[in-house]
């Protein structure tokens, strides 16, 4: 039976997605695995094989949109988020979405171009503008001190 995978799933939401799956399974074959009622068969094509992957990803904003869609959904929770700082501000991505809103311009990849009243704020990267909408911030970061470290042309690294 295929398993669904939505769009923006993460590594982490796939693996217990798999595994709930591979419970359902083995509870549903019970019975003939035990008593060998089923035929092993030999695995058509190759193993797919997934290389270790870095274990924190530090944003490079001169990747394009769909790599960096993709680092996001492998560095998420609950695995160290993929980050970036402005100032002395760590932001830990926990979701990001192309903007459609903001009118991209080329211009330097990293500079935040918008920001929206319910804190969300978009970034250029090579090719597009990305919507945070969900990040953490260490240290915490309040509403009082948000205006100054999150404003058009801050620089994020």
Request: charged share 20%.
């Amino acid at each position: 039976k295929p398993i669904p995978i939505g769009e923006y799933i993460t590594s982490h939401e796939l693996y217990l997605l798999s595994m709930t799956k591979c419970c359902e399974v083995i509870t549903e074959n019970f019975d003939k695995l035990i008593d060998e009622k089923i035929i092993k068969l030999p695995q058509t094509g190759c193993g797919s094989y997934c290389d270790t992957f870095a274990r924190f990803f530090h944003i490079n904003w001169q990747m394009n949109w769909v790599d960096l869609e993709r680092r996001f959904r492998v560095h998420s929770h609950p695995y160290l988020p993929a980050f970036f700082y402005i100032g002395s501000y760590c932001f830990y991505v926990k979701k990001a979405e192309i903007d459609s809103k903001t009118s991209y311009i080329a211009g330097k990849p990293g500079r935040v171009l918008n920001v929206e009243e319910n804190g969300s704020f978009s970034i250029s990267c090579a090719d597009s503008a990305v919507n945070l909408v969900s990040y953490d911030t260490y240290p915490i970061l309040d509403d009082e001190h948000r205006n100054l470290v999150i404003f058009p042309g801050a620089i994020a690294d």
